[in-house]
Antibody, heavy 124, light 107 residues
Framework: EVQLVESGGILVQPGGSLRLSCVAS????????MTWVRQAPGKGLEWVANIKQDGSVKYYVDSVKGRFTISRDNAKNSLYLQMNSLRAEDTAVYYC??????????????????WGQGTTVTVS | AIQMTQSPSSLSASVGDRVTITCRAS??????LGWYQQKPGKAPKLLIY???SLQSGVPSRFSGSGSGTDFTLTISSLQPEDSATYYCLQDYNYPRTFGPGTKVDVK
């Protein structure tokens, strides 16, 4: 079964640090870009970061640049999000997702086709 | 960053109704757009990619259209299980950005 399972979400004080993990199973993890998306309580989805298959390329939303670091360990089929200098506005459910790159009529598109169940981070 | 807007923010419709949700990008994103469905307490689910391609396993009553800056998600015959919030997501450039969501209530 194709699956992503996040862990690591807890209650943390402002200014604190936390590392989220996401373990993949049922597919060749090292073949895919991977993404973190978050959702604050009662709010919409926010794309946070993603990482290339070999970890060599990473992108971030501006609000987390310099504070969060996305990484991966392909030997462990694991994706991580190191979160430093946490703020109240980082409180959210954090989802990891698989980035599927798809060819349609000669053009390439990305979509998040597999999602974990989410892990809750509370900064208070 | 590209700004995504959606309209309406919410709607209520009856079973069997045709429902259309609009997503607009602040600049031309070609057809680099996906649609996601999220039910309360659950992870999002991919419905449409490349603006109009149906993800495997998604019912054919869902369809997408548009290119450039204006996109639509259509549910041709609304079903009770379609009660959810729908989000668009541009994958044209970084950072990726979601629309604010459209909550669909099935009467």
């Amino acid at each position: 079964e194709v699956q992503l399972v996040e862990s690591g979400g807890i209650l943390v004080q402002p200014g604190g640090s936390l590392r989220l993990s996401c373990v993949a199973s049922g597919f060749p993890f090292s073949n895919f870009w991977m993404t973190w998306v978050r959702q604050a309580p009662g709010k919409g989805l926010e794309w946070v970061a993603n990482i290339k298959q070999d970890g060599s390329v990473k992108y971030y939303v501006d609000s987390v640049k310099g504070r969060f670091t996305i990484s991966r360990d392909n030997a462990k089929n694991s994706l991580y999000l190191q979160m430093n200098s946490l703020r109240a506005e980082d409180t959210a459910v954090y989802y990891c997702a698989r980035d599927l790159t798809i060819e349609v009529s000669g053009s390439w598109f990305d979509a998040c086709d597999i999602w974990g169940q989410g892990t809750t981070v509370t900064v208070s | 960053a590209i700004q995504m807007t959606q309209s309406p923010s919410s709607l209520s419709a009856s079973v069997g109704d045709r429902v259309t949700i609009t997503c607009r990008a602040s600049e031309d994103i070609r057809n680099d757009l996906g649609w996601y469905q999220q039910k309360p307490g659950k992870a999002p689910k991919l419905l449409i990619y490349a603006a109009s391609s149906l993800q495997s396993g998604v019912p054919s009553r869902f369809s997408g259209s548009g290119s450039g800056t204006d996109f639509t998600l259509t549910i041709s015959s609304l079903q009770p299980e379609d009660s959810a919030t729908y989000y668009c997501l541009q994958d044209y450039n970084y950072p990726r950005t979601f629309g604010p969501g459209t909550k669909v209530d099935v009467k």
